[in-house]
């Protein structure tokens, strides 16, 4: 029995001698996805290295200006320290601790992670998520510096109110959008007692799903525009369209890809009777009319927008639906082509559109849309109305 007590003690040591105790930093950021529920593998996004542009990491609205290569070098730093969390008990507590800690943090977290190997940074793509650096799996996760954590923040998370409503008020504070979605993907907003944790990406989809909804209430009290507008941007290579006509508050998307087949045209209209033709242009969309609308709300003008997005290069499929949130703000932040008559709205998006406007139009009631008479624009192929 003694032998047998020696041998277990001396192996348990050999097996944590195996483990190395290192120190992280996180911009804040963090990564949950789901595993098999209610199991999630959740942690925090992190480099060993500390650098004095950390804080950007993972802020994407701090991005404007950064050339592709030097966000994809951020992001390859940033490794995905994980470990089983169980959702339905919130377990093991001291660790979503840490994680909400981490989710409410203002400025960058020092932790202390347990883990059996590092990989070299590398970047990974992460489908509905930017890149990041491969996933360590690590068998502790603890804060190691004093947080700075926002009062706003603290404040709205105390609150024992509905998730909408604690998401609309963040907005309001200027918190972004990440930010929310991290938040709510710790269980911190929501009535107390039917919180929970959630994968980020589901984070993502409620919070704008959250946000839309309560900006079409905003601008039913809104006037409508009365000209028509085009906008338009290049991001990366990708170039926005977004053609902005009188009417009710409304944003429909159309994708035109670059493929080895040639171009392919994919949609997410609102409208019942046309759904998203694909789970991955749903996502792109949802992030579209995120800006869309709040640009709207923040113009307290509503209007019937159809954004154009022309994803040239297959790389820029790697930053995931952010590309196109970032890409349709900076259209709406560009001088538009002001256009007083609806009528010559179809000709003018013609001429700056590329392809040109049968190709998005030929799978899609596009024209339909817009509310024109075909016969209004000869450039367009009569075929597509058949």
Not at 73 to 90: A, E, G, H, T
């Amino acid at each position: 029995m003694v032998v047998y007590q020696v041998f277990k003690s001396q192996s348990q040591i050999e097996s944590a001698s195996w483990k190395t105790c290192l120190t992280v930093y996180s911009p804040p950021g963090l990564f949950i996805e789901t595993a098999k529920y209610p199991i999630l593998n959740a942690g925090i996004l992190a480099t060993p290295n500390a650098s004095e542009w950390l804080s950007i990491y993972d802020h994407p609205d701090s991005w404007r200006g950064l050339e592709r290569d030097a966000i994809f070098n951020m992001r390859k730093n940033l490794l995905r320290f994980v470990l089983p969390i169980d959702s339905r008990k919130v377990e093991p507590r001291r660790i979503v601790e840490a994680l909400q800690t981490v989710a409410l943090s203002a400025s960058p977290v020092a932790l202390n992670v347990q883990v059996d190997e590092v990989s070299h940074p590398e970047l990974h793509s992460v489908g509905g998520h930017l890149p990041c650096g491969p996933l360590i799996k690590v068998s502790n996760i603890e804060i190691a510096s004093e947080p700075e954590i926002s009062k706003v923040a603290r404040r709205v998370t105390e609150m024992d109110s509905p998730a909408c409503e604690a998401i609309w008020n963040l907005l309001n504070f200027d918190y972004t959008l990440d930010q929310i979605a991290r938040l709510l993907a710790v269980g911190l907003l929501g009535p107390v007692g039917h919180r929970r944790m959630m994968p980020l990406r589901s984070a993502y989809k409620t919070t704008i799903d959250t946000i839309i909804s309560r900006c079409i209430i905003e601008l039913a009290d809104c006037s409508q525009a009365c000209e028509s507008k085009i906008y338009m941007s290049t991001l990366f290579g990708d170039s926005f369209t977004v053609l902005s006509i009188p009417g009710e508050a409304r944003v429909d998307y159309l994708r035109m890809e670059k493929r080895q087949g040639g171009l392919t045209c994919t949609s997410s209209l609102e409208d019942l009777h046309s759904p998203s033709t694909d789970t991955m242009t749903s996502v792109h969309a949802d992030n579209a009319r995120f800006s869309t609308y709040f640009t709207m709300v923040a113009e307290r003008q509503a209007s019937h927008n159809i954004i154009f997005h022309f994803s040239r290069s297959a790389r820029n499929n790697s930053l995931g639906p952010w590309i196109t949130r970032a890409g349709v703000k900076e259209a709406l932040l560009s001088t538009p082509v002001v256009m007083e008559d609806k009528g010559n709205a179809l000709a003018v998006l013609d001429s700056v559109l590329r392809p040109e406007l049968g190709r998005w139009a030929s799978n899609n009631p596009l024209l339909e849309l817009i509310e024109l008479e075909k016969a209004a624009h000869p450039l367009v192929r009569t075929e597509i109305w058949k």
